[in-house]
């Protein structure tokens, strides 16, 4: 590929998050001469999304926005910022965007990083005034916020054992919150981590006063004199002061669909967030794609995808040779727990178990013998040697990686010959 | 309030001032090259990574159990480096010199 001549050229970004934000920065450091605009329905300035579950909840009047970027480096980097302003269709032969105030804006590459909306499912008897909210944007927090005031005893329920789900759990009952967790399947976090991991955070839940019901299906809300009612399919109820959907997401698609792009299960992008579009990109949470390391489809929702998808995006734009080919990691606070993960554990057939204290352990998911993923809770040292051993790709002792006297640096299997100096840097 | 002097890759130094929150937040919101905080500042990404200069090194103090086990992951750690979103601001800090690892 050539280098791109860009200084007459404009790049539109849809969506200003950790993704769109990134990406635009990115673009400028790899040397785009031209326009450069992101545009967002979110009024806010660019904040990081992680904390609102977090500190940016439980500090209720105190608690400020964590921007991305602060303000005056877009004007310093040149970048226009077009908040809270939708964009509604894209014009792929004109290569036009129309927004929701009756503009259109032309570009030469566009950048798709529209994100993920919370779903909220359709429970019978649910209505709008319902004090029952869902968790994206600070300004979902800020409707939490409101509900909760001053009553800080009310009884929250949380539905859906996720990791937004158990965030907020944990967040609300350390306000004071009396939290009960509805969770469908028969364990929590059943999408995202294995098995012992679910129990560990269960059993983490409970000991701090969190009540969890599984496998209950929400059915029914209805208004009762005191609050609402949530009635499941076995039949129990729960009473609730407040409710909180945490059941997932769906792809903020409907742009690309309507542009014509390939949509089943993400906006789908090759090597370098390209979309079958030459002009068009997609980083981020929308995207699905192929993952080399664990040979199939993938569509991540994390910040590590976001920043990573967005340097890739804006160097292949810029006429580089680029291919996306990140390991995924992700981290989750709960409590004074610290969960990170690296890799991708799905598909396991052997789980080894590091324990070095009932708080402090790994788990090291195996696959024929080759590591996949390493879940670590407050094991810092885990996390960095799973992320090594990731990366070399070097086969493994599962039998060393569980022993407590080996140390991090010396998993690597060795023939037997070389078995005295097992010692290896990698 | 702290002045708090930043050396960048390109070798500029530039000195900005805060008195609330960490280091890092006071580089992004200055906009300091090389310093990214993409997980928001709880220790989970190590693009925050500084060298502090050695004679303000008993100001900042020494790396926490994590924050070292995560420079592992960083390029060109040594003892005196820091995940600066783990440094807090305060008066204590003023004066010092970090310069942004590469």
């Known amino acids: 590929m050539e280098a791109l001549e860009t200084s007459k050229l404009t790049c539109v970004v849809v969506g200003a998050s950790h993704a769109g934000v990134n990406f635009a920065f990115a673009l400028r450091k790899e040397g785009w001469q031209g326009q450069l605009i992101l545009i967002d329905a979110d009024p806010d300035l660019p904040y990081h999304r992680p904390p609102l579950s977090k500190t940016y909840l439980s500090q209720m009047e105190e608690s400020s926005l964590s921007y991305l970027k602060a303000e005056e480096t877009y004007a310093r980097e040149n970048i226009q910022l077009n908040l809270g302003r939708r964009v509604l269709s ?86 004071g919150l009396r939290v009960t967790v509805l969770e469908r399947e028969e364990r929590v976090l059943s999408r995202v981590t294995a098995p012992d991991l679910s129990h560990y955070f269960q059993k983490l839940h409970q000991s701090n006063g969190v009540e969890i019901l599984l496998n209950q299906e929400l059915t029914r809300i209805q208004k009762t004199e005191t609050g609402l009612l949530l009635k499941t399919k076995d039949g129990r109820g729960v009473e609730a002061d407040l409710v909180v959907f945490g059941v997932g997401i769906r792809v903020n698609a409907q742009l690309a669909q309507q542009a014509g792009l390939d949509v089943s299960g993400g906006i789908a992008v090759d090597t370098s967030c390209r979309t079958e579009d030459d002009d068009i990109y997609a980083i981020g949470d929308c995207t699905l794609h192929f993952n080399r390391h664990y040979q199939r489809y993938l569509r991540l929702e994390s910040v590590q995808n976001a920043v990573d998808q967005a340097k890739v995006a804006a160097a292949a734009i810029l006429g580089k040779d680029v291919a996306y080919d990140a390991i995924p990691w992700f981290w989750s606070d709960q409590y004074d727990v610290k969960l990170q993960m690296v890799g991708l554990s799905q598909g ?79 | ?72 992951l960083a390029d060109g750690a040594d003892e005196f480096s820091r995940l600066c979103c783990q440094i807090s601001l305060s008066e204590d800090l003023d004066g010092i010199q970090l310069r942004v690892a590469k």
């Not at chain 1, 209505?127 to 001053?150: C, H």
């Not at chain 2, 070798?11 to 919101?29: F, K």
């Not at chain 2, 200055?30 to 928001?40: A, E, N, R, S, V």
């Not at chain 2, 709880?42 to 994590?66: F, M, N, R, W, Y």
């Open chain 1, 90 to 175: 894209i014009d792929r032969e004109a290569r036009t965007i129309q927004l929701d105030d009756g503009t259109e804006q032309a570009y030469d590459k566009l950048v798709l990083a529209t994100g993920a909306s919370a779903w909220v499912p359709e429970v019978a008897g649910l209505e709008a005034d319902m004090p029952v909210f869902s968790l994206r944007n600070a300004g979902d927090v800020r409707r939490i916020q409101v509900q909760i005031g001053k009553k800080t005893d009310q009884r929250a329920v949380i539905v859906g054992g996720g990791f937004i789900g158990l965030e907020l759990a944990a967040s609300l009952q350390n306000m």
């Open chain 1, 348 to 426: 396991f057939d052997r789980c080894v178990l590091r324990s070095e204290a009932e708080h402090s352990f790994s788990l090291w998911y195996f696959k024929a013998g080759q590591l996949l993923a390493v879940d670590a809770v407050n094991a810092a040292k885990a996390y960095v040697w799973g992320t090594k051993y990731l990366k070399s790709q070097a086969p493994l002792d599962p039998v060393k990686v569980g022993d407590l006297a080996v140390d991090y640096n010396s998993f690597l299997l060795l023939p037997e010959s070389q078995a005295n100096n097992s010692q290896i840097e990698v």
């Open chain 2, 1 to 72: 309030m702290a002045k708090i002097t930043f050396i960048t890759a390109d070798g500029s130094s530039r000195a900005v001032e805060g008195h609330t929150g960490s280091v890092m937040e006071l580089a992004v919101s200055h906009g300091i090259p090389g310093i990214d905080g993409d997980c928001g500042g709880v220790c989970s990404c190590a693009t925050c990574h500084v060298h502090v200069a050695p004679e303000d090194l008993d100001k900042t103090g020494q790396a926490s159990e994590i924050e070292k086990d995560m420079l592992e």
